[in-house]
């Protein structure tokens, strides 16, 4: 034998006693089988065995377990991106004739998606106003397949009636998928969600989630996942993965088991540190309207409220991102010049991560319908990150010193 072959086979065994609270990083692409016998009879579908590394390993395996106890579901599967989980969903579930209803305010790719490569399949859709459950109700036709749902909203932050919407979709037979970015499994149970007194508990379908954001914490990671409670529509979606080969790394999962751990610390420092500044925007002369639906005023805090605030959390929990509607009498460049001259907000997409980040929004650009709630002006959002809040307030005061009076 060849020593270069002897390094290939070197006889390396995982130290039984090695026990170490962190998961081991498990990287394949071939998984050996003991013999022929065992490689027709393993089964990858239920996670029972290891089949090859795009069907799951020991690291993914544990991360999709532990986001679906995070969340009260029974089945995970992990995707690229967050927008990749939105992507699988459709193509998994949808055919051609066959429609979808999004929220107009939801992330927008999910939009282009639809108007994108699922219009070109035959897959037709409508954008409904989350904020109106009969219109979500006049446009659910035989053809709707399934609704996506969102709360709180992208960029203006609206809290949806989520009982209603999911009530809704559950009595016309659609299937309901949420978005549930923003709740990080925390703000709410989506799948445990309480109607009212003595009513039985409901649930969305399938929920899922950009780990990009909060459960990755560090803006260093792209991961999604797929999470539900349904063995039936579990095996549609792991037939599917598997026939997309949309996997994930074993190094990104490693990061992802490592944030886990602090995301229930990281949200509620967040959220506090949020609901101050939005708090404080409010009273600021140049800002007319302030988005964050855990505010009084903001927009569906009344839904919010109802879903969000608990005997165990008597303040609720959202997350660490809001906007704010600035005067109209400031043109867009004035609003450009705002967040350029901020010093600690960088300029940027996503939320989440340790860094407090600012982005302009033209909202008429990205919405179809109305929105007679929001004041006129452009739109603002600030994500907050783990800076200490009293710096984060000074910048956008000396931001908002820099506005022309
Ligand atoms: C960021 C985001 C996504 C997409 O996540 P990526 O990992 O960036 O693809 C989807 N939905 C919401 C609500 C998001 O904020």
Not at 168 to 174: F, I, N
Not at 198 to 209: K, M, Q
Not at 239 to 255: F, I, K, Y
Request: proline letters at 6%.
């Amino acid at each position: 034998m060849t020593r270069s072959t002897d390094l290939i086979h070197h006889p390396y065994q995982p130290p039984a006693e090695f026990d170490a609270p962190q998961v081991g990083v498990f990287k394949a692409s071939t998984v050996i089988f003991p013999n022929v016998a065992a490689m027709r009879t393993r089964e990858w579908l239920n996670k029972s065995s290891y089949t090859y590394g795009l069907h799951g390993t020991p690291t993914t395996f544990t991360l999709e377990e532990r986001l679906a106890t995070l969340e009260g579901g029974t089945h995970c599967i992990l995707t690229p991106s967050g927008l990749a989980a939105i992507a699988h969903v459709d193509l998994a579930l949808l055919k051609a004739g066959d429609e979808v209803l999004i929220p107009d305010n939801a992330y927008g790719p999910n939009k282009a998606l639809a108007e994108g490569e699922l219009a070109r399949f035959g897959i037709d859709h409508q954008f409904y106003d989350a904020m109106n459950p009969h219109d979500l109700s006049a446009r659910i036709t035989a053809r709707t397949r399934l609704v996506w749902l969102e709360a709180a909203g992208s960029v203006s932050m609206e809290f949806p009636d989520l009982v209603a919407l999911v009530q809704l979709c559950k009595a016309r037979g659609v299937m309901c998928a949420l978005d549930n970015t923003w709740g990080a499994g925390l703000a709410f149970n989506a799948f445990d969600l309480t109607p009212g007194q003595g009513d039985a508990p409901l649930g969305v379908d399938l929920t899922i989630h950009a780990l990009t954001k909060y459960p990755s914490g560090g803006g260093d990671v792209l991961m999604g996942s797929i999470i539900t409670r349904s063995d039936a529509l579990a095996k549609t979606l792991k037939l599917s993965h598997m026939r997309m080969g949309t996997g994930v790394g074993a190094n990104d999962a490693e990061l992802l088991l490592r944030s886990l751990p602090s995301l229930a610390l990281r949200y509620r420092a967040q959220d506090l540190a949020a609901r101050q500044l939005a708090a404080w925007c409010q009273h600021q002369a140049a800002f007319v309207q302030v988005l964050h639906p855990a505010l009084p005023g903001g927009p569906g805090h009344d839904h919010w409220e109802r879903l969000c605030v608990t005997p165990k959390e008597p303040q609720g929990l959202a997350a660490g991102i809001f906007s704010v509607v600035v005067d109209s009498r400031f043109d867009a460049h004035q609003v450009d010049a705002f967040c350029d001259a901020l010093r600690w907000f960088k300029i940027g997409y996503s939320w989440g991560g340790p860094m407090s980040l600012v982005v302009p929004y033209h909202l008429g650009a990205v919405r179809q319908l109305a929105n007679a709630h929001l004041h006129a002006g452009r739109v603002v959002r600030f994500c907050i990150g783990l800076e200490a809040v009293q710096d984060l307030q000074d910048d956008l005061a000396q931001a908002l010193r820099q506005l022309p009076t």
